[in-house]
T-cell receptor, first 115, second 114 residues
Framework: GAVVSQHPSRVICKSGTSVKIECRSLDFQATTMFWYRQFPKQSLMLMATSNEGSKATYEQGVEKDKFLINHASLTLSTLTVTSAHPEDSSFYIC???????????FGPGTRLTVT | SQKIEQNSEALNIQEGKTATLTCNYTNYSPAYLQWYRQDPGRGPVFLLLIRENEKEKRKERLKVTFDTTLKQSLFHITASQPADSATYLCALDGYGGATNKLIFGTGTLLAVQP
């Protein structure tokens, strides 16, 4: 079945640096991908909708200059956390709409720790 | 404000019993409601989708009901097994009017005891 991968699975970075997370649809094309953030023992919160070939749509309260999203191809979306701070430490998950239109396929997530 | 609540943070049941999880929402009229399973440290896995004009959907040991009048969905796992232990999330589809834009509930951690 359709698979979504993320890389890296875990990353530790120093405060003030930037981190890039990749999300790939492995055997299907995804014109739209979604980025979520999940804090411990909390549910997923949608951060932004990534659209191939156009600008991402950010949810209210999410800083677009801090969380840069690029969807350069039909199989790849990237999320760059710029000038990371410890409060950005979280579990970041991407998803893509399934080719059948039923449900979404989620990536395995990326655990970001900012020290 | 829009709100999605799932019945409890944790649910413990004996193997072989039926687990029933609840998802209630307010101030929202979703076109679809979806259920996902999430294991620790992993992304959610899609289980079932039910449309607003459907009352019930089944898939193997899973059953979902959707009552748009009560604004509630029930998720049942029959003949539960320890392998069913996970967090189950309901999600409303159509957040902000956009199809496939999901808003998730708080999740219920199910523990099936052998």
């Amino acid at each position: 079945g359709a698979v979504v991968s993320q890389h890296p699975s875990r990353v530790i970075c120093k405060s003030g640096t930037s981190v890039k997370i990749e999300c790939r649809s492995l055997d299907f094309q995804a014109t739209t991908m979604f980025w979520y953030r999940q804090f411990p023992k909390q549910s997923l919160m949608l951060m932004a909708t990534s659209n191939e070939g156009s600008k991402a749509t950010y949810e209210q309260g999410v800083e677009k200059d801090k969380f840069l999203i690029n969807h350069a191809s039909l199989t790849l979306s990237t999320l760059t956390v710029t000038s990371a701070h410890p409060e950005d430490s979280s579990f970041y998950i991407c998803s893509a709409r399934s080719p059948s239109g039923t449900g979404q396929y989620f990536g395995p997530g990326t655990r970001l720790t900012v020290t | 404000s829009q709100k999605i609540e799932q019945n409890s943070e944790a649910l413990n049941i004996q193997e072989g019993k039926t687990a029933t999880l609840t998802c209630n929402y307010t101030n929202y009229s979703p076109a679809y409601l979806q259920w996902y399973r999430q294991d620790p440290g992993r992304g959610p896995v899609f289980l079932l989708l039910i449309r607003e004009n459907e009352k019930e959907k089944r898939k193997e040991r899973l059953k979902v009901t959707f009552d748009t009048t009560l604004k509630q969905s029930l998720f049942h796992i029959t003949a539960s097994q320890p392998a069913d232990s996970a967090t189950y999330l309901c999600a409303l589809d159509g957040y902000g009017g956009a199809t496939n834009k999901l808003i998730f509930g708080t999740g219920t951690l199910l523990a099936v005891q052998p």
